[in-house]
């Protein structure tokens, strides 16, 4: 566990370990102070009851005294000094009375204020036979023994309060004389067993940090010696370094003029380029034109083709009227024929009908030739349209053709254009990236040159960081040998 402390861990253990036995020893003895004046405290108010009951007891004479004086020479002075005697004595007595807590002693005062009161009863009564002139019956009173022997059972109560009081003071005194000298020990074993603890805690923290230290030198030394030599190589790579990074700027360089040259023959080719886009725009703008007018034509022989179809509709309409009015003749025909029949049968009164008979067939013949000389021309107009009609499909098919033929072509030199705006935009992005390629490897030859001058300070660099691992090396052997 020893070894596996920290160097500042061992410090602080160090420091902890008397810290706490310093701590406990001040607890010890705290407490046996705090106990020491606690008893203090009793002593001092036992001896101030003491000093209260010594009160009680002069006061007691001073009260008989001035009672004898009185009957002596009978003078009021007395009186008044018995008078005051006596309150001087209640009020002692009630003093005594609220410090005492042992009940023994309360039932002592009680026996001794009853004393007090017994011997005032006996005092008044003497006071008011010498007031009286009774002066032989007074001194015959005192000379009973009476007023003496409440003194003397009084002044037995108060040595027994006293002795009580001067046992217990003893015992307290007794009590905190040991205290103390518990405390002069427990200072005494204390401090021994801290001096003690903190030297076998000094002696392992020393033993501990100079191991560390020696382990640390030892490291540092082994450190610094392979550094060293780390260094010295770094310094020949440095040297190379800075060699290479000349030849590499020197090819920059020539890399950024061969840039700015093929930067110059980009923008040639995107001008070149740019005219052959303007061509371009113009073939595609002319077959524009043409299909425009190729569209024209298109509809107005689509139109001629309808009006052609509606025509050949309408001679349809006529052929099959014509065809009617044939139908009609020839129904016609045969009912004049019928008529005519039916006029002979009628003899004389049926010429006239047969005459009109006759002329309906004539006009009826007439009809149907004049239907079919007009559903021969309907045929021939309608053979006539039929050839005018393929013609015009002919003709629209071409137009279609021409007009695909010019989409096409405009399709092509759309595609040429963008074809030529391609090469303008590539050929503008290679102009552009040559000249960032330029000022990159600008940029690049700037740096290398700061990489050079870096390669020669960090050559000088590790030049001193060499001198300073050397004094490093020196200080620790220094160290070492100082712990």
Request: aromatic share 4%; charged share 20%; glycine share 6%.
């Amino acid at each position: 566990m020893w070894e596996k402390l920290k160097f500042k861990n061992i410090l602080l253990l160090g420091y902890t370990v008397p810290v706490v036995l310093f701590l406990g020893l001040v607890g010890v003895v705290y407490g046996t102070a705090n106990k020491v004046f606690e008893t203090l405290k009793e002593v001092e108010r036992v001896q101030g009851l003491v000093l209260d009951i010594n009160k009680v007891t002069l006061n007691e004479e001073k009260m008989v005294s001035s009672f004898r004086g009185y009957l002596a020479v009978q003078e009021g002075v007395f009186i008044e000094e018995y008078n005051e005697a006596l309150k001087l004595l209640d009020t002692t007595i009630e003093s005594v009375r609220a410090s005492i807590d042992v009940p023994e002693n309360k039932e002592r005062l009680e026996k001794m204020e009853q004393v007090k009161n017994d011997f005032q009863s006996f005092a008044n009564q003497v006071i008011k036979l010498v007031k009286e002139g009774k002066q032989t019956e007074a001194v015959a009173l005192f000379n009973t023994f009476q007023g003496k022997q409440l003194l003397d059972e009084f002044e037995r109560l108060n040595n027994e309060f006293v002795t009580t009081k001067r046992g217990l003071l003893k015992a307290e005194t007794e009590e905190t004389k040991n205290s103390l000298i518990v405390l002069l020990w427990l200072l005494g074993i204390g401090s021994i067993l801290l001096i003690v603890v903190a030297a076998i805690m000094g002696v392992a923290i020393t033993s501990k940090i100079s191991e560390i230290i020696n382990n640390t030198t030892e490291n540092i030394v082994n450190f610094s010696t392979a550094i060293s030599a780390t260094i010295t190589e770094q310094e020949g790579t440095a040297a190379q370094q800075a060699t290479s990074v000349n030849e590499t700027t020197t090819t920059m360089e020539e890399l950024g003029a061969s840039s700015q040259a093929t930067a110059e023959q980009a923008e040639a080719a995107a001008g070149a380029a740019t005219q052959a886009l303007a061509l371009a725009e113009e073939g595609t703008e002319a077959v524009d034109t043409s299909l425009e007018g190729m569209g024209s034509l298109s509809e107005k022989v689509e139109a001629i083709a309808q009006q052609i179809t509606r025509l050949s509709e309408q001679t349809n309409q006529i052929g099959n009227i014509s065809q009617l009015v044939g139908d009609l003749a020839n129904q016609t025909n045969m009912l004049a024929l019928n008529a005519a029949v039916e006029a002979v049968r009628a003899g004389e009164h049926g010429k006239g009908f047969g005459v009109v008979a006759s002329e309906i067939r004539k006009l009826a013949d007439e009809s149907r030739k004049s239907a079919e000389k007009i559903y021969t021309l309907v045929s021939d107009i309608q053979t006539s349209i039929n050839s005018t009609v393929m013609a015009t499909e002919a003709g629209t098919k071409n137009v279609e053709l021409g007009v695909n033929i010019a989409q096409q072509t405009a399709e092509t030199f759309n595609g040429v254009k963008d074809a030529i705006n391609n090469v303008v935009l590539n050929n503008q992005q290679i102009s552009l990236n040559i000249k960032q390629q330029a000022i990159a490897i600008k940029q690049v030859v700037d740096a290398m040159n700061e990489l050079n001058t870096g390669a020669q300070e960090t050559a000088s660099g590790l030049g001193q960081i060499q001198q300073g691992i050397q004094k490093l090396n020196e200080v620790s052997t220094e160290l070492k040998s100082i712990v």
